[in-house]
């Protein structure tokens, strides 16, 4: 059970490169998240997705997008990579509303310069 | 909106003793959720423990409690018998439903230190 899998773990881009940091569960989770934490700082919230084919904004989205094209992978896409995207990347997921518990992937690190 | 504050940048502990980390929250929703997620250096999320709202008695994790003042929107940690792998960033998180849906909302983390 490998539970939520992040792909890249490392990543440096050059600013105005793309790249797309891969999320996959196999849990069977209908939500899913992608938080970003920068340096000494919580997890903010950047868009989720309550099923396949439904995404939502959250706290930070602009200069990313995602798709939910099937229940285990929700792909971010970052476009025109800019310094102030270098964080720490976070997928998660959790079954539906109530107190299942957020299960999180191991994070990508991602260095713009 | 939910917000949730952690006050308390950084704390430091004896190896054996016990510490306590604070949290407030706010929140308009009557039902929700309370977390304690510890972030060690390898910077996986683990949770430590959770609160439901609607229960009154504190949540208990071997050496992890929690102190649940609903009306005074307050939760703060308590580690006893500290141990030197309790070093870690330890974040407070809230989840709500209804207009929240099930987003989880981080306070900015408490870096807690135990020293040998």
């Known amino acids: 059970n490998a539970g939520v899998t992040q792909t890249p773990k490392f990543r440096i881009l050059k600013i105005g490169q793309s790249m797309t940091l891969q999320c996959t569960q196999d849990m069977n989770h209908n939500y899913m998240y992608w938080y970003r934490q920068d340096p000494g700082m919580g997890l903010k919230l950047i868009y989720y997705s309550v099923g396949a084919g439904i995404t939502d904004k959250g706290e930070v989205p602009n200069g990313y997008n995602v798709s939910r094209s099937t229940t285990e992978d929700f792909p971010l896409r970052l476009e025109l990579a800019a310094p102030s995207q270098t964080s720490v990347y976070f997928c998660?997921?959790?079954?539906?509303?109530?107190?299942?518990?957020?299960?999180f992937g191991s994070g990508t690190r991602l260095t713009v310069v | 909106a939910q917000t949730v504050t952690q006050s308390q940048p950084e704390m430091s502990v004896q190896e054996a003793e016990t510490v306590t980390l604070s949290c407030t929250y706010d929140t308009s929703e009557n039902n929700y959720y309370l977390f304690w997620y510890k972030q060690p250096p390898s910077r996986q999320m683990i949770l430590v423990i959770r609160?439901?709202?609607?229960?009154?008695q504190n949540a208990t994790e071997n050496r992890f409690s929690v102190n649940f003042q609903k009306a005074a929107k307050s939760f703060s940690l308590k580690i006893s018998d500290s141990q030197l792998g309790d070093t870690a960033m330890y974040f407070c998180?809230?989840?709500?439903?209804?207009?929240?849906?099930?987003?989880?909302?981080f306070g900015a983390g408490t870096i807690l230190r135990v020293k040998s």
């Open positions: 998180a809230l989840t709500g439903f209804g207009e929240y849906g099930n987003k989880l909302v």
């Open positions: 609160q439901e709202a609607y229960k009154q």
């Open positions: 998660a997921s959790t079954p539906g509303q109530g107190n299942y518990g957020y299960t």
